[in-house]
């Protein structure tokens, strides 16, 4: 199935997996598990070895996030504002509210989590940066969480790896695509389901924040921008 990794040399796979999460954890949005996901499938082939892969993809994750934490403690909101409007599907209003609700709501353990969350892999390290968590508790959960997520991403990419290459041999196509559109399936019920959730909380607090009159917050609006002169 993937012949053509055989051509690329290990080292130069182990150099992109860690470098493309390495920038993901720092805040940058590039598909780190994806990465991660088919090295592990490649190294069920024998391309790679998954224990040193797993421990270089860790790395990775921890290094980046203590490089995003020491961004976001250092440029605090003024870096959040830039990002919302460079990149505001991952960086605008209502991504950083939903981290920083994480974050209130369950302290060190959502550096921890938020590894497995795409959203929160990003911007785990920054925004615990700037707000003032301190460095020895956030360096433990980021450790841990780290070793955690990249120990069970390749574990489950290797053995999906071993087992899709059996069932190739013994039913060809036709099993692989029936596997694949499940596991597709299945994230998008628990996407679904965690957009729904996040929908109700905010429902929820906007229906405390009237039963208690305090006005809601809105979110900045600006004003397109014209060449026309002012007469």
């Known amino acids: 199935m993937i012949e053509w990794l055989d051509t690329i040399p290990p080292g130069v796979i182990y150099l992109v997996v860690g470098l493309i999460i390495g920038l993901e954890s720092v805040g940058i949005p590039l598909p780190g598990e994806i990465m991660l996901v088919s090295a592990g499938v490649a190294a069920s082939q024998g391309v790679v070895n998954p224990v040193v892969l797993g421990a270089i993809a860790a790395s990775g994750a921890i290094i980046g996030d203590s490089i995003g934490y020491a961004v976001g403690k250092r440029y605090g909101r003024t870096l959040l504002g830039w990002l919302g409007r ?70 489950l990419a290797y053995v999906f790896g071993v087992v899709a290459g059996q069932w190739f041999h013994r039913f060809s196509w036709v099993a692989l695509i029936v596997t694949v559109v499940v596991g597709w399936l299945i994230v998008h019920v628990v996407r679904r389901r965690a957009e729904k959730a996040d929908e109700a909380e905010e429902l929820e607090e906007a229906e405390r924040l009237e039963g208690s009159g305090e006005p809601p917050v809105e979110a900045e609006r600006t004003e397109p921008e014209t060449d026309a002169p002012v007469r």
Not at 110 to 126: K, W
């Open 86 to 155: 460079k990149l505001p599907k991952h960086f605008g209003p209502k991504p950083v509210r939903q981290a920083e609700r994480a974050f209130d709501r369950y302290g060190a353990w959502a550096v921890f989590g938020g590894r497995f969350v795409a959203l929160l892999r990003i911007l785990a390290g920054p925004l615990a940066g700037i707000l003032g968590m301190r460095y020895r508790k956030f360096l433990i959960a980021n450790a841990t969480g780290g070793i955690a997520w990249a120990g069970t991403v390749t574990t």
